[in-house]
């Protein structure tokens, strides 16, 4: 069964900036794509940053040019930094690996940004 544990999530003011990880129980170039959503209560998961197994991204346009996914297949752990926090920004924050037509997810982290 594929492990995916988030960490790195908290409490920030708006502007600064959090990273968070997700270290993965598999050899993370295994899957199709890596990714981070977000979701908040009562509303459907929705992407924030994908990265393929070739390495091509794709961002949200809220993410874009603020946040930043990567990975260390050294480590199996995928990244998110995020800067220039939002209040808006505040969700809980899901890391997601695919593998063809079968996702993967943690059990997510809780990201806060204060105004």
């Known amino acids: 069964q594929v492990q995916l544990v988030e960490s790195g999530g908290g409490l920030v003011h708006a502007g600064g900036s959090l990273s968070l990880s997700c270290a993965v129980s598999?050899?993370?170039?295994?899957?199709?794509?890596m990714g981070w959503y977000r979701q908040a209560p009562g509303k459907q998961r929705e992407l924030v940053a994908t990265?393929?197994?070739?390495?091509?991204?794709n961002y949200a346009g809220s993410a874009e040019g603020r946040f930043t996914i990567s990975r260390d297949g050294t480590s199996n752990t995928v990244y998110l930094q995020m800067g220039s926090l939002q209040p808006e920004d505040t969700d809980i924050y899901y890391c997601?690996?695919?593998?063809?037509?079968?996702?993967?997810w943690g059990q997510g982290t809780q990201v806060t940004v204060s105004s």
């Open positions: 997601n690996s695919r593998m063809l037509t079968k996702n993967y």
């Open positions: 598999e050899n993370i170039f295994n899957f199709n794509a």
């Open positions: 990265m393929n197994v070739g390495g091509v991204t």
